[in-house]
T-cell receptor, first 113, second 114 residues
Framework: DGGITQSPKYLFRKEGQNVTLSCEQN?????MYWYRQDPGQGLRLIYY???????QKGDIAEGYSVSREKKESFPLTVTSAQKNPTAFYLC????????????FGNGTRLTVT | GENVEQHPSTLSVQEGDSAVIKCTYS??????FPWYKQELGKRPQLIID?????GEKKDQRIAVTLNKTAKHFSLHITETQPEDSAVYFC?????????????FGKGTKLSVKP
């Protein structure tokens, strides 16, 4: 929906395991983002990428890693170093980074027990 | 860096009444202010945005006003309907530091009672 596909919708993992969340877009957007959403916390930026093979840390990057090998794809790995990984993760994209509205995917709800 | 405060955190109105959500921002260089609506379990969707060269923008029952001097902007929904019930997020584009990005408020849960 909206050209951004996140999978899976729900993900369950045991504590100590790394897990990778998928994000694919067919909008030909240059910039892609990962946000984390917790109840009452709004959306917090984890990582973003403006071009292929380049990405930057956001406000809460610790315990996460990303790659941008293709323009269409921006997977997020939640590592075992992330202390509180249970959350709703949203991927987004924009045509350019400056002053552009974000187009969001449908999100992945990760539960770690 | 930019800080965006959003109030109220919850808002309950009767169907047909108006709803107003207010946001303040700290970075005077910010010049782009979008509003997103998020229904339960779904992705945020852009409903309206405003740039700093205008003071007000309307789209049917939704309007946004911007006061750059006071550094605040507001979302106004008139003739509310039950389908307006959702969480609304304001955001401001921040140019601070080594990166520019949208900074979001913490959201307002709007409930429209039939």
């Amino acid at each position: 929906d909206g050209g951004i596909t996140q999978s899976p919708k729900y993900l369950f993992r045991k504590e100590g395991q790394n897990v990778t969340l998928s994000c694919e877009q067919n909008l030909n957007h240059d910039a892609m983002y990962w946000y984390r959403q917790d109840p009452g916390q709004g959306l917090r930026l984890i990582y973003y990428s403006q071009i292929v093979n380049d990405f930057q840390k956001g406000d809460i990057a610790e315990g996460y890693s990303v790659s941008r090998e293709k323009k269409e794809s921006f997977p997020l790995t939640v590592t075992s170093a992330q202390k509180n990984p249970t959350a709703f993760y949203l991927c987004a994209s924009t045509p350019t980074r400056v002053n552009s509205p974000l187009h969001f995917g449908n999100g992945t709800r990760l539960t770690v027990t | 860096g930019e800080n965006v405060e959003q109030h109220p955190s919850t808002l309950s109105v009767q169907e047909g009444d108006s709803a107003v959500i207010k946001c303040t921002y700290s970075d005077s260089a910010s010049n782009y202010f979008p509003w997103y609506k998020q229904e339960l379990g779904k992705r945020p969707q852009l409903i309206i945005d405003i740039r700093s060269n205008v003071g007000e923008k309307k789209d049917q029952r939704i309007a946004v006003t911007l006061n750059k001097t006071a550094k605040h902007f507001s979302l106004h929904i008139t003739e509310t309907q039950p389908e307006d019930s959702a969480v609304y997020f304001c955001a401001a584009y921040s140019y601070g530091g080594s990166q520019g990005n949208l900074i979001f408020g913490k959201g307002t849960k709007l409930s429209v009672k039939p």
